[in-house]
C-alpha cells in the first residue's frame, strides 16, 4: 500500500490595507521608533478597520491558495484553521471560512495553540492525508491580534499586527512535499504568554473589563530565551529525522516574532543570513499567521525554486514549538 505524500499545492494570504508605522505608536505610548527597530526590527504593522474580522482575512487568504492550487472549493475535505483570535468563542472560524468559500464538503473545525497554530495545523493536514482521510486539506494561521492588545502597555503593543495566511494541502506522489512534522508542547510555562480574559476563569464581566485583564500578558524576556532555544531544537529535530545537515536547507522560514530571535536561531544553527526569510519589519507579530503569509510572500516572490529544501519553525504561548521539513 503507497502512503500519499502531503503537497502543497497553493498558498495564499491576506492583510489589511492599515498601516501603523512605529511613528504612529510613538503618539499613542511612551516609546520611539529607534527603541522597536533596536528591540525588535518592526517598523510597522497591519490594523483590521472595523468591519473586519480574523474570519475576513482568513477567507481572503484562502481564495488565494484555493485559486493557486487550481482547485475548487467544493474539492476540500477538511479546513484547518490556527487562530487565538477567532470571530467569536464559538462557532470556529474554520466554520465561518467554510460558509464563505462555499466549501460544503469540509468539516472544519480551529486549532488553538499561539504561534504554532498554523504549523500544529499543516502536521494534523500531514496525518490526514498520509491515512487517506482527506484528499485536499486547506490550513489557514488567521488573526486580528489588535483587538486582543492592551494599547496603554508599551511592553506589548508594539509587537502585534493582523492579518492570514492560508495553504491548499494535497495527497500528491514521489520525492516532494512534507517530509515530517515535530510538534511539542509545555504547559509548565503557560504563565508568561497568556490572555487572561474572558474564557471560563476570569469570564466578561465589568470588572474584568475595569481591570484591563481582559488582554494579552507577556513577560518577554523570558519567552524570548526560550524561544530561540525551542526553535532551535525544532529545527534540528527535523533536519535529523530526515537526515539532512543544516548545509542542505534552501531556506527557513521561522515565525516573525522578533527579529533578534531569528538572527538568534540563524547564528546558532550556523545558518547563512540569505536563507533566512524575514518579513516582521513590515507586519510584526502575527502569531499564527505569520509562517503561512511570509511562505506565500517567498513563494510569490519566486524563492522557493522546485525540489527545494524548505523548514518551517514556529514557537509560541502554550509553550507551543513546532517544525516542517519540506521538499518544494
Ligand atoms: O510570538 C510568540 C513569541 N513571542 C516572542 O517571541 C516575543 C519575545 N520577546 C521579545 O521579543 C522581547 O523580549 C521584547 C521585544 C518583548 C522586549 O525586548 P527586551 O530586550 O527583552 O526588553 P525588556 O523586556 O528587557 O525591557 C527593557 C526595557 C524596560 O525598561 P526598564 O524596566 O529596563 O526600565 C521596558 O519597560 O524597555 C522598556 N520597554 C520599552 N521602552 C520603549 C518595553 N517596551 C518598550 C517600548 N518602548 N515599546
Known sequence: MTIPRAKITGTGS??????LTNYDLEQIVETSDDWIMSRTGIKERRIAAE???TSTFATRAAQRAVEMAGIDAVDLDLIICGTVTPDFPFPSTACIVQQNLGAIR?????VSAACSGFLYGLSLA???IKTKAASHILVIGAEVLSRVVDWTDRNTCCLFGDGAGAVVVSAG??????????????????ELLHQPGAGSRNPATQQLLDSGRIFIRMQGNEVFKLAVRAMEEAAHAALGANGFMVADLDILIPHQANRRIIDAIGKRLGLGEEKLFVNVQR???TSSASIPIALDEANRAGLLERDALVLLDA??????WASVLMRW
Open 14 to 19: 491576506a492583510l489589511p490595507a492599515r498601516v
Open 51 to 53: 468591519g473586519e474580522y
Open 106 to 110: 469540509a468539516a472544519a473545525f480551529d
Open 126 to 128: 500531514e496525518k490526514f
Open 173 to 190: 506522489t514521489g520525492p516532494s512535499g512534507i517530509l515530517s512534522t515535530h510538534i511539542y508542547s509545555d504547559g509548565s510555562h503557560w
Open 283 to 285: 507586519y510584526g507579530n
Open 315 to 320: 514557537f509560541g504561548g502554550g509553550l507551543t
